[in-house]
C-alpha cells in the first residue's frame, strides 16, 4: 500500500475534521451503540431535542441475566458546550414537553442528556423484578450513559438532579467519583433509616411558634371532625377511584398526619389554613389540596420509589404523640411497608444502611466538587449532607425560608452569585 505523505496526511486530518462538523446530531446519536427509537421533539429553548431508547443491563455484573431500554432526552447546544446529565430520580415524562428548560443549562447553554430513572414509566422492564432495582445499579446505568455520550459531547460534564433525583447525583458521584468534573444537587436527602427520625423533631421546630400551633390545630380539626369530614373524604376516594392496602380509616389518619410535612415541603403559606370552625367543604378542600391521599394509593408511579426508599434511600415517620386521642391507629410505625409497597413486597422489605454509609464516607473521605442547595423549612432538609471541616470542593446552600423548591434562580442574589461564580471556575479549569 502507498504510504501517505507528511502533507497528503495533514490534509487527510483537516478534511476529516472539516467533514466530521458536518455530521448532524442526529446521525451522531444513531452511530452510538445501544441507542434506538430516536425521535425529535419539539422545544422552545434548544436548537434541537430528541427523546431515544438506550440498552442497558437488568445487573451490571452479571449481563447474562437480561436487558431494558431506559428512556433518555436529548438537548443540544452544540458539541462545543458543557453538558448536564440530569439523573432523574423518578419518572421523565415532564422533560417531553416543550416548554421543558433545565436550569443549569439555562444558565450555562449546556447540553442535556436527561436520564429517565430504571423501573419508571418507559424505563421499567419486563417482569418487573424488583431485585434488580438498586442504587448500584442506577449509579452503572448512569456510568453508561456518560461513556457513551461523551463521543459526541467531549467537553465539560456536571450531573445535577432534584429530590430523589439528588439523591441519585450524590450515589452516582460516590460509584463513579470521575465520571463527571461537577455536580449541583438540589434538596437531595441523605437518610439512615427508614423511619429516619430526624425529621419529626425538625417539624416541632420549624417555622414561628405560631405557625406551628395553627398546623397543629387543623390537623386536631379534621380528626376531630371525623364524623362529619369523613362522608366527603369517602366520596372523595371514589370519585378519583382510589383504591388502598388498608382501611379507609387508617388512611384518613395518615392523611391527617401527612399534612404539616407536605405544607412544609412546598412552602404554603399558613394564612391558607381555614380558621377554627370554618364550612366542613372549606376545610376537606384545603385538606386535600396540602394531602391528598393518593400519596397511599395502589398503582402510582411512584411505586419503585417506595421499593427503594424501604430497602436503601430511607424515608420518614410520623409523629402520632400529639393526635393519639381521635386516631384510630394504635401506631404509625412500619407504614411505608404496610401500605405503600407493591403486594409482593409488602412487610417483605428490610433496610439496608450500606447506601448511607457509602456515600457519607464518600463525602467524609473526599473533597469531589459538589454544590448542594436546600431549603430551610423543607422537612427533607432535616436529613440534608452534614458539614465537614476543611472541604474546598463541597459546599452547602441553604435559601432562607425555602422550601422543596430552593434552587439557584430563586437564592438572595449574594449567595446566587457565589454560587454561580463557583460554576464558572469550575468550568474554565
Known amino acids: 500500500m502507498r504510504k501517505l505523505s507528511w502533507l497528503g496526511l495533514f490534509w487527510l486530518c483537516a478534511w476529516l475534521a472539516i467533514a466530521g462538523t458536518n455530521v448532524s446530531l442526529r446521525e451522531k446519536l444513531e452511530a452510538l451503540q445501544g441507542i434506538s427509537d430516536i425521535e425529535s421533539l419539539s422545544t422552545e429553548h434548544y436548537p434541537e431535542k430528541y427523546v431515544m431508547k438506550f440498552e442497558q443491563f437488568l445487573n451490571p455484573k452479571d449481563t447474562a441475566i437480561g436487558r431494558f431500554h431506559q428512556r433518555i432526552v436529548v438537548c443540544h447546544q452544540g458539541f462545543e458546550r458543557p453538558t448536564v446529565i440530569v439523573t432523574e430520580g423518578y419518572g421523565g415524562k415532564y422533560a417531553l414537553s416543550p416548554r421543558y428548560h433545565e436550569e443549569l443549562s439555562a444558565l450555562l447553554q449546556a447540553n442535556v442528556v436527561f436520564v429517565e430513572h430504571r423501573y419508571f414509566l418507559e424505563s421499567a422492564p419486563t417482569p418487573k423484578n424488583w431485585d434488580y432495582l438498586t442504587a448500584e445499579n442506577s449509579a452503572y446505568d448512569l456510568h453508561h450513559v456518560v461513556q457513551t455520550f461523551k463521543q459526541i459531547y467531549p467537553e465539560k460534564w456536571i450531573s445535577t438532579g432534584i429530590s430523589k433525583g439528588g439523591q441519585t447525583t450524590m450515589l452516582y458521584r460516590a460509584y463513579f467519583p470521575h465520571d463527571v468534573d461537577f455536580s449541583v444537587a438540589y434538596v437531595a436527602p441523605l437518610c439512615r433509616g427508614v423511619e429516619d427520625g430526624r425529621h419529626e423533631p425538625f417539624l416541632r421546630k420549624v417555622g414561628t411558634r405560631k405557625e406551628r400551633r395553627k398546623i397543629e390545630a387543623f390537623q386536631r380539626e379534621v380528626l376531630q371532625r371525623r364524623n362529619e369530614l369523613r362522608p366527603l373524604f369517602q366520596a372523595y376516594v371514589e370519585e378519583k377511584e382510589y383504591t388502598f392496602r388498608t382501611s379507609l380509616d387508617e388512611i384518613y389518619d395518615l392523611s391527617v398526619l401527612e399534612y404539616p410535612f407536605a405544607l412544609w415541603q412546598w412552602g404554603t403559606s399558613v394564612s391558607l389554613i381555614p380558621e377554627q370552625g370554618a364550612d366542613a367543604k372549606k376545610v376537606f378542600d384545603h385538606w386535600m389540596q396540602i394531602s391528598d391521599p393518593s400519596y397511599f394509593s395502589i398503582g402510582q408511579d411512584t411505586e419503585p420509589f417506595n421499593v427503594q426508599a424501604a430497602r436503601e434511600l430511607g424515608y420518614y415517620g410520623y409523629d402520632t404523640e400529639p393526635f393519639k386521642k381521635w386516631l384510630t391507629i394504635p401506631t404509625a410505625k412500619g407504614y411505608l411497608n404496610r401500605v405503600m409497597l407493591p403486594d409482593e413486597l409488602r412487610n417483605k422489605v428490610e433496610f439496608r444502611p ?74 474554565e479549569e
Open 354 to 427: 450500606e447506601l448511607y454509609h457509602k456515600i457519607y464516607s464518600f463525602l467524609r473521605d473526599n473533597d469531589p466538587k459538589i454544590i448542594f442547595i436546600y431549603g430551610e423549612i423543607d422537612p427533607w432538609t432535616a436529613v440534608r449532607v452534614p458539614t465537614f471541616k476543611g472541604k474546598q470542593n463541597e459546599q452547602i446552600y441553604i435559601q432562607p425560608r425555602g422550601s422543596h423548591l430552593s434552587r439557584i434562580g430563586n437564592m438572595p442574589e449574594k449567595i446566587k452569585q457565589r454560587i454561580l461564580e463557583q460554576i464558572h471556575n469550575w468550568l
